[in-house]
């Protein structure tokens, strides 16, 4: 049997020392803080949360001030060049629940060690994949002090750069993008647990579905293994709710290879807007030989039919962008996905299940998770099982301006190929779940390529395709993209325009001039196949700007100013002036201006977009709401997470039929 125990019950402690301070004197406890003399402890212990941030804990305490306000982000900074230790005890009770123990931690940012009693007992590298640790025959009787230790993070991994030479596997935005400051997080950002167990449990379950449109009648495929050899089967349940649907038992070497159960009697999980979106339970059990249970792992699963056609008018050798949904075409509607904010590690449920009810309730279909971030809490992809969401996952590849080509040596090979693995095996059973992206904008060559070379990179580069290898290995029924975007070019540019080369497009981001010039010329004659990311920016709230703006002031919102600048590609000032003849006369006449042209110039483009369909399969807006609070963006929600005006025009778009725009 197994016995679970979250850690994020126990009380922590968080002490910041120059690095390799905390080795001095055998690892010493932190609490009580230890002499400076001894240890070398710049910040002495206080509490933090886990999961959480040291960069959240350390504004609780008020070691640093809120970033978010006018430049503070750089003042916080400094974090990163020190060494970072959360301290715990393990209860003496939760050792008597068995005889091996597994400490299991989903989530570190970013290298670190871990250490018991004094001891250090492994080391860790990497925020995208799980680390365990075996503490069997580690453990002392009573009084067990566990510390996680941080290393300093990478120094650079942010926007501009070279992809070729991003070789850390943590997540890039948190060095800055053009819509969030650089804070580099530190610390335990998903759920960490002491697995406890006596005898044999199960391990690698996981499980995708599919949905027979001739039968009527779903389909899962289980993987599951076991720790230790033993005898007995493997008992699934499929349930709805409390009614169970179907249940079978199959021998324990069916499922380590993978058991195909068929004719299940369920209904189809259908995309937001286009029908029920039903989500079931499965229940995996560990059955003994004497009939008893030994383990048991559940997944929520559904049951969906998918199949892509190419856009009216593509040429045959076009990449095929309807996506075809248990026999009803669907129009991928939606926003692109960064994490909700720097210190993701801090988040609760609350702030997805806010910012996805909203996309919901705009209509979206699809949710495309950029390269720049991470796979995502849970929390996430259950939500879009539950709201008829469909997930584009990308894996953590992202273009850097200098040169946006993936790397080629071994070691990174090998390295995303692991971490793609672990995506898939953590996501796979989600029905949300669309397809499998090699990264964002990828394109060029390993020295940037020729000025003008733009074209996609393709599974002929050895680590795209080793991305397509672990996706057909071990989730063959989903689509596999080499990046986004995706086809001969990148770009949509006038001259190309009727040659059908622009499949999967990115822009623009930004309209130049007045929208009735070349931005609606531009919408009345595109011919992509799909936009997976198209832009306009809007200002935040007045209320937003004049909270976070800390000592700056808030007006004029142009180069001149400070507080614009902290996000300054999306300043519009003088396209402002323009249209109304003169400098606008104070911040509420602006953001009125921004906000009002930002709802506009995204309706013109989604309007031409869908009524296209289906010689257009999608459009998906870059992106979908405020990490950090701009002053404005090209998010549709802001950082409080409410919707601007532009979220309510893209709404009536979403929410017509095709025939209905036209």
């Not at 350390?58 to 900074?77: H, K, T």
């Not at 940012?109 to 871990?114: C, F, I, K, L, S």
């Not at 580069?461 to 290995?473: D, G, T």
């Not at 300043?571 to 009002?596: H, N």
Request: with cysteine; proline share 7%; glycine share 10%.
């Amino acid at each position: 049997m197994r016995t679970q125990f979250d850690l994020s019950d126990l009380s922590w402690k968080l002490a910041g020392f120059m690095p390799y301070g905390w080795h001095c004197a055998n690892y010493p406890a932190i609490v009580p803080t230890p002499k400076i003399g001894v240890a070398g402890i710049e910040v002495e212990a206080i509490p933090a949360r886990v999961p959480g941030s040291v960069q959240g804990a350390l504004r609780e305490a008020g070691v640093i001030p809120d970033w978010n306000e006018g430049l503070n982000s750089r003042q916080s900074e400094w974090v990163e060049s020190r060494h970072w230790v959360y301290e715990t005890f393990l209860p003496d009770d939760w050792l008597a629940k068995g005889r091996s123990f597994r400490l299991v931690c989903l989530g570190l940012d970013y290298a670190g060690w871990v250490v018991l009693n004094g001891r250090v007992i492994g080391e860790f590298r990497g925020s995208l994949v799980p680390h365990m640790f075996d503490f069997t025959g580690l453990l002392a009787p009573s009084s067990n002090r566990l510390q996680i230790a941080f290393d300093c993070p990478p120094r650079w991994l942010g926007q501009l750069g070279y992809t070729s030479r991003m070789k850390e596997w943590k997540p890039r935005f948190n060095y800055g993008w053009d819509w969030t400051c650089r804070l580099v997080q530190i610390g335990i950002w998903d759920d960490i647990r002491l697995e406890v167990t006596d005898g044999p449990v199960l391990e690698d379950v996981r499980c995708f579905t599919g949905y027979d449109m001739q039968s009527r009648l779903g389909s899962v495929t289980v993987f599951a293994a076991t720790s230790a050899d033993a005898a007995g089967t493997v008992r699934l349940t499929l349930k709805r709710g409390d009614l169970v649907v179907a249940r079978n038992e199959v021998p324990l070497a069916d499922a380590r290879g993978g058991y195909v159960w068929k004719g299940l009697p369920v209904e189809p999980w259908y995309p937001n807007g286009h029908g029920e979106h039903p989500v079931y339970t499965l229940v995996v059990e560990l059955v003994g030989s004497d009939g008893s249970v030994l383990d048991a792992e559940t997944r929520h699963v559904g049951f969906k039919h998918v199949e892509w056609r190419r856009c009216e008018g593509a040429p045959e050798h076009a990449d095929p962008w309807i996506c075809v949904v248990n026999g009803v075409p669907v129009f991928l509607q939606g926003v692109n996905w960064s994490p909700i904010r720097p210190n993701f590690a801090d988040l609760a449920e609350t702030d997805y299940r806010t910012r996805l009810e909203h996309y919901r309730d705009m209509g979206c279909t699809i949710i495309r998770v950029w390269g720049g971030g991470f796979l995502e809490k849970p929390w996430f992809h259950d939500m879009c099982d539950e709201m008829g969401l469909m997930v584009w996952g990308e894996f953590p590849l992202s273009s850097s301006g200098l040169d946006n080509w993936p790397p080629e040596d071994e070691q990174s090979i090998a390295s995303l190929a692991e971490i793609a693995e672990s995506y898939i095996r953590r996501r796979q059973h989600h029905v949300s779940l669309l397809l499998w992206c090699g990264g964002n904008e990828l394109y060029g060559g390993l020295d940037g390529g020729k000025v003008g070379s733009e074209v996609p990179v393709t599974t002929a580069h050895p680590l795209i395709r080793r991305l397509a290898e672990v996706v057909k290995q071990f989730d063959p029924t989903r689509r596999f993209l080499p990046a986004s975007p995706s086809g001969p070019i990148s770009l949509m540019r006038d001259e190309d325009i009727g040659k059908g080369l622009h499949w999967d497009m990115h822009g623009p981001w930004k309209p130049e001039g007045r929208l009735s010039g070349s931005w609606t010329e531009l919408w009345a004659k595109h011919d992509a196949y799909i936009h997976s990311e198209i832009g306009s920016p809007g200002a935040s709230s007045v209320e937003i700007i004049r909270r976070y703006r800390g000592d700056l002031p808030d007006f004029p919102a142009s180069w001149e100013s400070a507080l614009w600048r902290r996000t300054s590609w999306w300043i519009e000032w003088d396209a402002c002036v323009d249209e109304l003849g003169r400098e606008p006369a104070d911040l509420e006449e602006y953001v009125a201006w921004s906000q009002a042209r930002q709802r506009e110039a995204l309706t013109i483009a989604a309007r031409s977009c869908k009524a296209r369909f289906p010689r257009c399969g999608g459009f998906i807006v870059w992106h979908g709401h405020d990490s950090f609070p701009c002053t404005a963006n090209n998010a549709l929600l802001d950082f409080h997470g409410d919707p601007k005006p532009a979220a309510y025009g893209l709404a009536e778009v979403f929410h017509a039929r095709p025939e209905e725009l036209r």
